[in-house]
T-cell receptor, first 108, second 110 residues
Framework: RKEVEQDPGPFNVPEGATVAFNCTYSNSASQSFFWYRQDCRKEPKLLMS???SGNEDGRFTAQLNRASQYISLLIRDSKLSDSATYLC?????????FGAGTILRVKS | NAGVTQTPKFRILKIGQSMTLQCTQD?????MYWYRQDPGMGLKLIYYSVGAGITDKGEVPNGYNVSRSTTEDFPLRLELAAPSQTSVYFC?????????FGQGTRLTVV
């Protein structure tokens, strides 16, 4: 079983839609979690950290459920510029472990 | 405001050749990582370091070596390049949370 698993998608949504991505992790000892965004042929960039209490940054909301070992990312009012691959990341000890990513395509 | 700098950006190697991918960060981060990303796939951890003089293997270390003589530099060495090492290589550094990535090195082994 992979340490971090994501639905690869692609998710094809119209502009203005709300879309949610899910991620599960296998190691309950993981300390921290993040969502990264990766544009085609570019380096990953940190989108936001994920906390048990849930956190919001503009149109983006991240949530962590430690009991279910589940992480989510909600994007509201999708923009064309949100089209990218979204990577779920867990910190195990000193290692950052990446999921394979979920592809989002926002269409006009 | 350099952040994490990787060189070269592109390289073509012949089978059996060796090369070093350079990675430098100017943020005084202790943690540094090397990942490879194959087309359409996620990032796989090759090696990582928690500080100068300390390195550890990640998920896919075979065929690679690293060193960390300074906080700033974390070079990745490929010995006897193989076609299976064709990939995009990313270096990252982090103070504790939120890693910063270099722009990547696209390596092709032919």
């Amino acid at each position: 079983r992979k340490e971090v698993e994501q639905d690869p998608g692609p998710f094809n949504v119209p502009e203005g839609a709300t879309v949610a991505f899910n991620c599960t992790y296998s190691n309950s000892a993981s300390q921290s979690f993040f969502w990264y965004r990766q544009d085609c042929r570019k380096e990953p960039k940190l989108l936001m950290s994920v906390y048990s209490s849930g956190n919001e940054d503009g149109r983006f909301t991240a949530q962590l459920n430690r009991a279910s070992q589940y992480i989510s990312l909600l994007i509201r009012d999708s923009k064309l510029s949100d089209s990218a691959t979204y990577l779920c990341v867990a910190l195990y000890g000193n290692k950052l472990v990446f999921g394979a990513g979920t592809i989002l395509r926002v269409k006009s | 405001n350099a952040g994490v700098t990787q060189t070269p950006k592109f390289r073509i190697l012949k089978i059996g050749q060796s090369m070093t991918l350079q990675c430098t960060q100017d943020m005084n981060h202790n943690y540094m990582y090397w990942y490879r990303q194959d087309p359409g796939m996620g990032l796989k951890l090759i090696y990582y370091s928690v500080g100068a003089g300390i390195t550890d293997k990640g998920e896919v270390p075979n065929g690679y070596n690293v060193s960390r003589s300074t906080t700033e530099d974390f070079p990745l060495r490929l010995e006897l390049a193989a076609p299976s090492q064709t990939s995009v290589y990313f270096c990252a550094s982090t103070p504790s949370v939120g890693a910063f990535f270099g722009q990547g090195t696209r390596l092709t082994v032919v």
